[in-house]
Structures are given as structure tokens and as C-alpha cells.
């Protein structure tokens, strides 16, 4: 179950990343709209699907009990909202490298790398403060089931995504 829901994961991530217009720039359509809010609008249901492809390998693999549903799923949607914002700093440091990657200066290559790391620092944070808020809701080992997963998801979904993303050129 879990893997073939990953690779529909894995999948969505490669359309994303296909998509996107990474080391190009934006181009006027014939109605006058920019190429790159087609695709940001894009990206934007793909991220939308992929939270609910990951929330139903979530609810399909943790098997709570209706009490323990009742308190998990609101603390998750916040978890997920908060993630959210930080994913949406994630994909916009992407964006900028993607804008500048041709004419990329140390101190942009630098900038980005620290922003990278932030958003690791963020997602990080994050985990550690809703590890006790879930293990409020349920078990030890449901609370580590539930990181464990979400961390293999999003580990799936950065491999994905480094996998496309161009190397910095010295």
C-alpha cells in the first residue's frame, strides 16, 4: 500500500518538477498572462494533491481508533498548514535559483544555500514542536509511526526534486 501510494508521490513530484521552469525564464503566453503563473498555478494543485495523497497514506497506515481520529486530524491539518509555509519558502528560494541560474553571483549562491538550510532548520523546529502536542492524541509509537512517515515522504519528495534541480556551476 504504502509504496504504490509513494510512487504517485514520486510521480506528481516529477510533473512538478517538469513544469517548472528551472535555469529558464518566464515567457508572455498569446493572452498576455506569464508562462510562470501558469505554471506557480500548477505547482500549487500539485502540492495541494500531493498533501492529499500524503495525508491518505497517513490515515491508511496509522490506523487510529475514531477517539484517537477525532483529536488527530485537526493537530495534522495544523501541522500541515505550518509545513506548508515552509515548503512555500522551500519552493520560492527554488524559483529565485531558477531566475538566476544563468547569471548566478557568489553571494546569490551563498544566500540560497543559507536559505535551503532554514528551511531544514524550520521543518526541523516544526517536528520537535508537535511531537508532544501528537503524543497528547496518541501513542509513543503511533506519534514515531506518524514522523517516521511524514519524514520519508518529504525525504522522497527532496530526492525528487534535487534529483532535477542543475548544480550550481563554479
Do not use: C, H
Not at 506528481?12 to 493572452?31: E, H, K, M, R, W
Not at 500541515?80 to 553571494?107: G, M, P
Amino acid at each position: 500500500m504504502i509504496s504504490k501510494s509513494l510512487l504517485s508521490i514520486s510521480m506528481a513530484t516529477i510533473v512538478i518538477l517538469t513544469t517548472s521552469s528551472l535555469g529558464q525564464n518566464s515567457s508572455q503566453t498569446p493572452s498576455g498572462n506569464s508562462a510562470q503563473s501558469t505554471t506557480d498555478q500548477d505547482i500549487d494543485l500539485l502540492r495541494k494533491d500531493i498533501r492529499s495523497q500524503k495525508k491518505q497514506i497517513i490515515a491508511a497506515n496509522l490506523q487510529l481508533t475514531d477517539n484517537e481520529a477525532e483529536k488527530f486530524w485537526p493537530l495534522y491539518d495544523q501541522y500541515t498548514a505550518e509545513l506548508v509555509k515552509i515548503n512555500d519558502a522551500k519552493y520560492a528560494a527554488l524559483k529565485e535559483y531558477a531566475a538566476s541560474y544563468n547569471t548566478l553571483t557568489d553571494d546569490q549562491a551563498t544566500s540560497l544555500m543559507r536559505k535551503a538550510i532554514e528551511v531544514d532548520q524550520a521543518a526541523a523546529q516544526l517536528r520537535l514542536k508537535y511531537m508532544p502536542i501528537f503524543g497528547k492524541v496518541i501513542s509513543g509509537k503511533k506519534t514515531a509511526l506518524f514522523f517516521q512517515m511524514d519524514r520519508r515522504l518529504v525525504a522522497l519528495i527532496d530526492v525528487q526534486l534535487a534529483s532535477q534541480v542543475p548544480l550550481v556551476q563554479p
